[in-house]
């Protein structure tokens, strides 16, 4: 696609322009990337998901906007298109943004993914360039008039020092794993788990909506910390999208349906516990042992305690409520929500068994879900603390550093992307 190596522009270029791809650029970007990122998928089925994943709810009418790199003093016609240096694309999220006192707001916020640049083009500065002008592009982008974007993010898979120098810093990236399980029903006597049933698409828009109002609850409530606190939505938009993603790799690769989108506990309203999870096949889908192959845990809630991914939730409602000291039914609650998200976690280890799946993620488990981990499987290793890969990064557009003034809550699976 254009100029040999001796004619390209540095990385500092003034040449070089931020804008959007057409058609045929965009899908020249699949392929490249597609080299690198189809996974068990074979080129024109990868090309196909990215048209599918580009036509859902989530992404239709404006959700999803491409970007690219060029040279802009470069001339281009039909017969010469563009040299694509560097490509990416951002995703549009809901979220909110809580301030000290507990005030909330909805905004816009994007989310970054596929950053990608030619091998051939690499170590010239390009990337660095198009994600420092995308980080200059984005806060405005998509906003009400006389408004910026409070912050986006993006999930680094090349550590944190390249996107931390381009503005997005790196936030606590960890999560428990857990191995698929044969004596199900076994482990479930043994621990006295209560029932878990399994959760299909259809059940999903009433739990997501329940969960936004958990997640608005817990933002209403002011934090020692004084911190802004905020949380991308957990809507059943951005569920359906990750589960499109499985479901087409499903169907490609000739496997079984997954029907099943993630497990419940309890009946009655206000005292239900539940996860959503999807399967991800980085790797030969037909391989037990291939670790590229996960049951990826996108969202983890509790009802009745309202954990929706803070450590200090007791705390804050304690303090609220004018009583620094400890309900004498936190230690029951905290038992009872421990078994509850045990006997998911055990669920899920099920469904990975089911799919030949290597194990279970819960990413930034909250300390229930560590404790239910060990209930679930005693020998769990400690939570694994993630250098390099799926780095939860938020560049913060507000006044301050991201790490000092920023409290991200429910930083889980499902604001991938």
């Known amino acids: 696609m254009g100029a040999s190596k001796k004619d390209l522009p540095s990385g500092d270029s003034p040449a070089l322009t931020l804008t959007h791809p057409t058609d045929a650029e965009k899908v020249a970007t699949w392929k490249l ?17 990215e048209e599918h994943l580009a036509n859902q709810a989530f992404t239709r009418n404006g959700g999803l906007t491409f ?71 984005l806060e405005r982008w998509q906003q009400k008039e006389q408004t910026k974007c409070q912050f986006t993010v993006l999930y680094s898979d090349i550590g944190k020092e390249f996107y931390a120098r381009n503005g997005w810093h790196p936030f606590p990236s960890s999560h428990v794993a857990l191995p698929p399980v044969s004596s199900f029903d076994q482990i479930y006597q043994e621990r006295s788990l209560p029932q878990s049933r399994p959760l299909y698409a259809s059940d999903l828009a009433e739990l997501c909506d ?11 409530l002011q934090p020692s910390n004084k911190k802004t606190r905020l949380a ?38 206000g005292k239900r516990a539940w996860i959503i999870w999807t399967r991800t096949w980085n790797g030969d889908p037909y391989r037990k042992d291939d670790t590229d192959n996960v049951l990826n845990i996108l969202r983890i809630v509790v009802e009745e305690e309202e954990d929706v991914g803070r450590e200090d939730f007791h705390d804050l409602v304690n303090t609220t409520n004018g009583d620094s000291s400890s309900s004498p039914n936190d230690g029951a609650h905290m038992r009872k929500s421990v078994q509850s998200v045990a006997s998911l976690l055990l669920a899920a280890q099920k469904e990975a068994t089911k799919f030949d799946l290597s194990e279970v993620q819960a990413w930034n488990p909250t300390r229930t879900t560590t404790q239910a981990a060990k209930v679930a499987y005693p020998a769990v290793a400690a939570v694994i603390e993630r250098d390099s890969q799926s780095i939860a990064s938020l560049k913060w557009y507000g006044s301050g550093s991201a790490l000092d003034e920023v409290e991200w809550i429910g930083n889980e699976k499902y604001g991938w992307c």
């Open 33 to 49: 990337n597609g080299a690198s990122w189809r996974g068990a998928l074979s080129l024109p089925s990868y090309l196909r998901r």
């Open 232 to 269: 991308l939505v957990p809507d059943v938009e951005t569920m359906a999208w990750h589960h499109a993603r499985e479901e087409f790799a499903a169907n490609e690769l000739q496997l079984r349906e997954p029907k099943i989108k993630g497990a419940i506990v309890g009946n009655e309203a």
């Open 210 to 220: 329940t969960d936004e109002k958990l997640i608005r609850r817990s933002l209403s």
């Open 67 to 137: 970007w690219i790199l060029v040279d802009g003093s470069s001339p281009s016609s039909p017969d010469k298109p563009r040299k694509v240096l560097s490509s990416c694309e951002t995703l549009r999220k809901r979220a909110l943004v809580a301030d000290e006192e507990g005030n909330i707001e909805e905004v816009v916020c994007q989310g970054v993914g596929s950053v990608f640049c030619a091998p051939e083009l690499r170590e010239r500065g390009y990337a660095g360039r198009m994600m420092k002008e995308l980080g200059k592009e």
